[in-house]
């Protein structure tokens, strides 16, 4: 064999990534991972996108991952730089995101000893990954990166953190390529289809349910199934709600579509639920965000929980009928036993129960009153929607701003509505945007956001100008951390605890200064052609910082421990 | 209500604390834990012994279950089981009198006598935790206890029934 085919340990790192397709990686260089910086300088296979702290770049991957299905990819050098990446991670796991960081470490010899840089990055992240490696020979490197690609993407995705030790990247030593792309782990086997007498009982439910609602999660758009859920959903005439992770998995157009559920949903959603015989539960967890108060909730139906993770399935609501297997795999045996037993499609079944959610639905629960002066943030969004006619990927950070664009703004397609779900991450939407428009240059990538969240990484700018990612980042400024704001209104009378942000910085100048177009909108009349302004500058990253109305609330909302459907349909007006 | 729990699992760095770390996380608790290789040195055994419930347990399970290096997981509590526990006990033996009653209870419980100093006996024990803990009562009113050592609890199912790979 010639040298040539002999490879460092860093070499042998950005070949694995070569040989699984990896198209990015998003990182930040330092002392321990330098010799795979050198590797990757030496190879044009996989770009490397330099961010201004690792957190972001672990955002950007997840937000490349949740638009394209692609793993996404972090490095980070030995202690602060793993440490920075661990927010991400955890926003990762809890959203159930394939994701692989390459964490470098000190050299072996000095692991333990406290050296310059050191964190035990394995341990740190145990609880928030789905596994990891430590890796300590270099000939074991494109087997870990195989593995680990494997397990991040099976299953119920997550990250998978391999730890590497500088000594093993060393360019000195050199040995051959060898990689087995479909990696056998003897303990790890996902169960892909569902158990043939629990599909049996749920079919029996389905057909013989009065009030059916099906409520699906983020398990569907990570799965790409929505056109099985669509086919589901009409074949049974059944009304579809989905969860915040979950928007876009059903057409939000959709006629049966019935809203976002759970602490902002819609009221029809959430009284569905609650009035339902049957709730069919397909990728979805029953995140308290949704359920309200357990004791309370949906205590007349049966439950039918989909889900690839058996944990998921009575952890916090228990299932009458527990169905472990992939949304997609099982949804199709479904719909074959309703094949087999003869069930036909009937646009009138369920018709009691559609006029019963037709007469919640006129409640119209996310209306809301405009003003002359003072714009509300849900005309934003509208805006948003009608000059992207719903085509654009939609990133949202935390608070209001998110609660808002998921209620007003229909997702017609999985994939395009990037947020934080079950973290609540704020600094997620702006680097989030910058990884789907990597993946997308040509999409509109709109990142939905507020005061308080833009500024936790905002020194993401300067990426953008180095890369061109022309995102449109629209800001809903209501000078206050509006979701905290908001519940200090509600539940401690009004005492606005650091709540409210004293010297924002002008954003306009800001963008500015980072090179961008910066726009400010303080009137309700110069709203619409600013949205239209920043969406028609394809090639100038566009920050829209929209002065809104600091006094509006999130409505409907649901109340303190109550059943899913006790909420405030607005301002102490109870549904 | 206490449960035994036997978790096969890859003998692998780390694989332990991923587990410990489980109980933690989710509020779980551990009463006691053994671990060691099995015959086969690629396989490490635990033996957690925990209390709960059986909605508690369940998840315990399938958490444990879901941990990428572990193979298989079992509820010797549901069945036919033995458990064993060893315990190491020093005890103060001054007197003649002590020292011959301390070898009697050790005969008594089958326990035995495995170092011997000026001052001290230490007795080895095994068999089921409450058989430990009678013995070391029954030591405590004839002497002075100078130190325990236990292990956690031990088990396997009875009859054909194992868990291996």
């Not at chain 1, 310059?116 to 789905?130: A, H, L, M, N, Y």
């Not at chain 1, 999660?217 to 579809?240: F, H, K, Q």
């Not at chain 2, 035994?4 to 989710?26: C, K, T």
């Not at chain 2, 058989?131 to 009113?141: E, G, V, W, Y």
Request: contains cysteine; negative net charge; aromatic residues 6%.
């Amino acid at each position: 064999m010639s040298t040539q085919d002999h490879y460092c340990g860093a070499q042998l790192l950005t070949k694995s990534l070569a040989e699984l397709n990896v198209e990015f990686i998003f990182g930040y260089p330092g002392g321990s991972v330098l010799d795979i910086y050198d590797a990757i300088f030496q190879q044009d296979k996989v770009s490397h996108i330099l961010v201004r702290h690792e957190q972001a770049a672990t955002h950007m991957a997840d937000g490349y991952t949740r638009a394209t299905g692609k793993t996404g990819v972090v490095l980070a050098t030995s202690g602060p730089g793993n440490t920075n990446c661990v927010t991400g991670i955890a926003n990762a796991y809890m959203d159930s995101i394939p994701m692989v960081v390459l964490a470098g470490q000190v050299p072996s010899n000095l692991i333990g000893g406290d050296a310059f840089q050191e964190t035990d990055i394995v341990g740190c992240s145990r609880p928030i990954v789905k596994h990891s490696f430590n890796c300590r020979d270099v000939n074991e490197i494109p087997n870990v990166l195989a593995k680990a690609f494997y397990l991040a993407e099976t299953g119920r995705p997550g990250p998978v953190v391999i730890e590497l030790p500088k000594d093993i990247l060393n360019p000195n030593v050199k040995v051959p390529f060898h990689m087995d792309k479909t990696p056998h782990i003897r303990s790890y086997s996902p169960t892909v289809k569902g158990h043939g007498k629990q599909i049996r009982k749920a079919v029996e439910s389905l057909v013989n349910a009065e009030r059916l609602v099906i409520y699906s999660g983020g398990g569907i758009v990570l799965s790409d199934c929505s056109d099985t859920l669509t086919e589901l959903v009409e074949r049974l005439n059944a009304p579809c709600t989905n969860t915040l992770m979950g928007l876009g998995g059903i057409s939000g157009l959709h006629p049966n579509f019935i809203g976002m559920l759970g602490m902002h949903g819609s009221v029809e959603a959430n009284k569905a639920m609650a009035n339902a015989d049957v709730i069919l539960a397909l990728g979805a967890r029953f995140d308290d965000r949704v359920t309200n108060k357990v004791e309370k909730f949906c205590p007349n139906a049966t439950i039918i929980h989909v889900d690839i993770d058996p944990t998921s399935i009575s952890k916090t609501v228990n299932a009458h009928i527990p169905i472990v297997g992939y949304a997609d795999t099982v949804m199709k045996q479904i719909l074959a036993k309703l094949d087999a037993i003869g069930h036909q499609p009937n646009s009138d079944n369920f018709a009691h129960w559609w006029q019963q959610i037709e007469q919640w639905r006129a409640l119209n629960s996310f209306s809301y009153q405009t003003d002359a002066e003072k714009i509300k943030p849900q005309q934003v969004v509208e805006a948003i929607y009608k000059h992207t006619q719903g085509d654009a990927y939609i990133t949202s950070d935390v608070g209001q701003h998110q609660m808002f664009a998921a209620q007003y703004y229909p997702f017609k397609e999985p994939r395009k509505w990037i947020n934080s779900g079950g973290l609540g991450t704020m600094g997620f939407g702006f680097p989030a945007a910058m990884g789907v428009k990597l993946a997308f240059p040509e999409a509109d990538v709109v990142c939905i956001t507020g005061d308080g969240s833009i500024q936790m990484n905002i020194q993401e700018l300067s990426t953008c100008l180095q890369y061109n990612l022309p995102v449109v980042i629209v800001s809903l400024n209501n000078r206050s951390l509006g979701m905290v704001r908001q519940w200090q209104d509600m539940l401690y009378d009004g005492r606005h605890s650091s709540s409210y942000m004293e010297s924002l910085p002008d954003f306009v100048k800001l963008a500015e200064a980072y090179g961008h177009v910066g726009l400010r909108v303080d009137h309700p009349d110069q709203l619409d052609d600013a949205i239209k302004q920043a969406l028609s500058m394809k090639n100038r990253l566009v920050f829209v910082d929209v002065l809104v109305d600091e006094t509006e609330h999130v409505y409907p909302m649901q109340m303190r421990f109550g059943a899913i459907d006790d909420m405030w349909l607005r301002k102490g007006e109870k549904v | 209500m206490r449960r035994i729990l036997s978790v096969l699992l890859e003998n692998e760095p780390g694989a332990l604390s991923r587990i410990v770390g489980l109980f933690s996380q989710r509020a779980f608790n551990i009463d006691s834990l053994n671990v060691a290789p099995t015959d086969d040195p690629t396989l490490s055994r635990i033996t957690i012994s925990t209390f709960g419930d059986d909605q508690v347990l369940e998840q315990i399970t399938k958490q444990v279950n879901k941990l990428v290096d572990v193979l298989k997981v079992s509820d010797l509590t549901e069945r036919q089981h033995i458990e064993r526990e060893l315990a190491l006990i020093k005890v103060l033996a001054l007197t003649s009198r002590t020292r011959t009653e301390v070898a009697r209870l050790s005969d008594i419980f089958h326990g035995n006598i495995v170092d011997v100093g000026k001052q001290v006996y230490t007795l080895a024990i095994h068999g089921k935790a409450d058989k430990i803990s009678a013995f070391i009562d029954a030591l405590r009113n004839e002497t002075d206890i100078v130190e325990v050592v236990r292990s956690g609890t031990l088990g396997i199912a009875r009859g054909e029934k194992a868990l291996s790979v």
